[in-house]
């Protein structure tokens, strides 16, 4: 916790979910930095103390408050912990998540809802509660979900993780509508980072174990041509649609990975035709050629990796 932050978030509290490593916890780090007091969230108990001892430590405002997301308590628990110890809530970073990788047909019910449970319920449980408290404060809020690529192209072996991410973006469309009028700003992030749950992809592994276990930086075709970073390069864009300074965005899906920031278009129409009478399927099959040229790729494109 070094340096002085432009972007300064004093007299603001948050609550970040699954904070004790990765990219919760540089997101809850980095809002620590810029002045704000912070609620430590995880299924980790040990873990989450641990960040907040931390954190506090180093001269910044932070609580831990343990959990694993899904249920409304623990949602209401989160927000009565920011409230009880610092007096308000400003804003809520959602970034708690597991994986349960299996193909389409292999993957069990059990693992299909565990995901689900956490990301897509554990998200509305705790938007629901924070909005509900932003909106009898009646100054405002900032609401943070946490997106994926996975979400927004699909991924093979990843049903109930890019669905429950394509739900959460879906949902931030709709919440930005609706909060509008409390002025609370609700936008998705979509991080691509090294963390657990990404060292596992080939081009990766070897680049992202050299950062973790000797500190050496990702290689420029990762940061720039990838858009894969570390932790702390997503966590500046958390701080920032927290701030003051991003009143006026909203409903937005933004990405951010290593050395690229981008913004996420919605999903729309790209080709159109019609027929008086509407459409048969004959019909179909003989417009389908001059439509065909729209269809969309699926998929994360895969790593460009530069010859050695």
Same mark, same amino acid.
């Given at each position: 916790?070094?340096?002085?932050?432009?972007?300064?978030?004093?007299?603001?509290?948050?609550?970040?979910? *699954?904070?004790?490593? *990765?990219?919760?916890?540089?997101?809850?780090?980095?809002?620590?930095?810029?002045?704000?007091? &912070?609620?430590?969230?995880?299924?980790?108990?040990?873990?989450?103390?641990? &960040?907040?001892?931390?954190?506090?430590?180093?001269?910044?405002?932070?609580?831990?408050?343990?959990?694993?997301?899904?249920? @409304?308590?623990?949602?209401?628990?989160?927000?009565?912990?920011?409230?009880?110890?610092?007096?308000?809530?400003?804003?809520?970073?959602?970034?708690?998540?597991?994986?349960?990788?299996?193909?389409?047909?292999?993957?069990?019910?059990?693992?299909?809802?565990?995901?689900?449970?956490?990301?897509?319920?554990?998200?509305?449980?705790?938007?629901? @509660?924070? %909005?509900?408290?932003?909106?009898?404060?009646?100054? *405002?809020?900032?609401?943070?979900?946490?997106?994926?690529?996975?979400?927004?192209?699909?991924?093979?072996?990843?049903?109930?993780?890019?669905?429950?991410?394509?739900?959460?973006?879906?949902?931030?469309?709709?919440?930005?509508?609706?909060?509008?009028?409390?002025?609370?700003?609700?936008?998705?992030?979509?991080? %691509?980072?090294?963390?657990?749950?990404?060292?596992?992809?080939?081009?990766?592994?070897?680049?992202?174990?050299?950062?973790?276990?000797?500190?050496?930086?990702?290689?420029?075709?990762?940061? @720039?041509?990838?858009?894969?970073?570390?932790?702390?390069?997503?966590?500046?864009?958390?701080?920032?649609?927290?701030?003051?300074?991003?009143?006026?965005?909203?409903?937005?899906?933004?990405?951010?990975?290593?050395?690229?920031?981008?913004?996420?278009?919605?999903?729309?129409?790209?080709?159109?035709?019609?027929?008086?009478? *509407?459409?048969?399927?004959?019909?179909?099959?003989?417009?389908?050629?001059?439509?065909?040229?729209?269809?969309?790729?699926?998929?994360?494109?895969?790593?460009?990796?530069?010859?050695?």
């Amino acid at each position: 916790m070094t340096g002085e932050p432009v972007v300064k978030l004093n007299g603001r509290v948050a609550v970040v979910t *699954g904070a004790a490593r *990765g990219l919760g916890r540089a997101y809850a780090e980095a809002l620590a930095v810029a002045g704000a007091a &912070v609620v430590i969230n995880d299924a980790d108990a040990r873990a989450a103390s641990e &960040v907040a001892d931390r954190l506090t430590a180093a001269g910044a405002a932070a609580v831990a408050e343990p959990g694993a997301v899904g249920p @409304a308590e623990v949602a209401r628990r989160l927000v009565d912990r920011a409230v009880e110890t610092y007096g308000r809530l400003d804003v809520l970073v959602t970034n708690a998540g597991i994986l349960r990788d299996r193909m389409l047909w292999k993957m069990s019910d059990e693992e299909f809802d565990a995901v689900l449970d956490v990301h897509l319920r554990g998200t509305f449980t705790c938007v629901r @509660a924070a %909005v509900t408290r932003m909106r009898e404060q009646g100054d *405002g809020g900032r609401i943070i979900a946490v997106g994926s690529p996975a979400g927004q192209r699909g991924n093979v072996g990843q049903t109930n993780y890019s669905a429950a991410k394509a739900a959460i973006v879906g949902a931030v469309r709709t919440w930005s509508m609706e909060c509008a009028r409390a002025g609370i700003t609700v936008n998705a992030v979509v991080p %691509v980072a090294a963390t657990a749950m990404t060292a596992t992809i080939p081009a990766f592994q070897e680049h992202v174990v050299a950062w973790q276990d000797q500190g050496t930086p990702l290689p420029r075709w990762l940061r @720039a041509g990838e858009g894969f970073g570390v932790p702390e390069d997503a966590a500046g864009l958390v701080v920032f649609l927290a701030s003051a300074r991003a009143a006026g965005i909203t409903g937005q899906a933004i990405g951010i990975g290593g050395d690229r920031l981008s913004v996420w278009s919605h999903p729309q129409e790209v080709a159109t035709a019609y027929r008086d009478g *509407g459409w048969s399927a004959e019909a179909i099959e003989a417009a389908w050629p001059a439509l065909d040229r729209f269809t969309q790729p699926v998929g994360i494109p895969a790593p460009e990796v530069p010859e050695p």
